[in-house]
């Protein structure tokens, strides 16, 4: 229940930082990247999938109500595991007959949905990967402001300014959020960069599953 919860609110955090059309993330990465694996945006289908090609799987999946519906599902990024396993025999078992003899078509399907998840997997990476950046560049804007509210006070105190100014109440309570609001961020960062990697994980045992009915 913790996993998933974190889960879910990274995955908030990071669609706060992306919109629904967005460019691809850069090729090289930030002066400051935060996270401890290594800067690499694209998803290598050749490291997840010794199936047959997909080129033009990739381009027609999504015409296949059937596959659509258990790309959706499979999608979701707090699927279970075991679930996931499920669901794709579930869709295999769709194409055979009594779950024993493979359709012909079984092959096919099995291949579309496998280019939906990928494509699925793709443009997620790509998501989270701008996501982390934005997440950087704000914490960074929070920083310079931490630096300002702390510089302003500086500068009351040498005045000898009343500390209860409104000029220093409004200093001293800015540092104080934004302080508190980076700290809380930056706590998050460790679940922010694992996101990539639970999704590549997710993609790596539905492709396994899938060959599994190839072979």
Do not use: H
Not at 76 to 89: A, F, K, N, R, Y
Request: aromatic content about 14%; proline content about 5%.
């Amino acid at each position: 229940m913790k996993y998933n919860f974190f889960k879910v609110l990274i995955g908030a955090v990071i669609l706060t930082f992306s919109t629904v059309v967005y460019a691809n993330a850069p090729e090289k990465p930030p002066k400051k990247w935060p996270c401890d694996q290594v800067y690499n945006p694209k998803l290598n289908l050749t490291a997840i999938w010794q199936g047959p090609p997909i080129e033009q799987e990739l381009k027609d999946w999504w015409k296949d109500d059937d596959v659509i519906e258990y790309v959706n599902k499979l999608a979701d990024p707090v699927l279970e595991e075991t679930v996931g396993v499920e669901l794709i025999e579930e869709f295999a078992k769709k194409y055979s007959y009594f779950g024993l003899i493979k359709k012909p078509e079984q092959k096919q399907k099995l291949t579309y949905l496998f280019a939906g998840l990928y494509q699925k997997a793709k443009d997620r990476r790509n998501r989270q990967y701008i996501g982390i950046i934005k997440f950087v560049d704000r914490q960074e804007s929070i920083r310079k402001a931490i630096g300002s509210s702390s510089k302003l006070i500086r500068k009351y105190r040498k005045a000898k300014l009343d500390e209860k100014d409104p000029k220093f109440v409004e200093a001293s309570a800015q540092l104080k959020w934004n302080t508190r609001v980076f700290d809380q961020r930056t706590r998050l960062t460790e679940y922010i960069c694992e996101e990539p990697v639970f999704n590549t994980q997710r993609l790596g045992y539905q492709a396994r599953k899938i060959l599994s009915y190839l072979q």
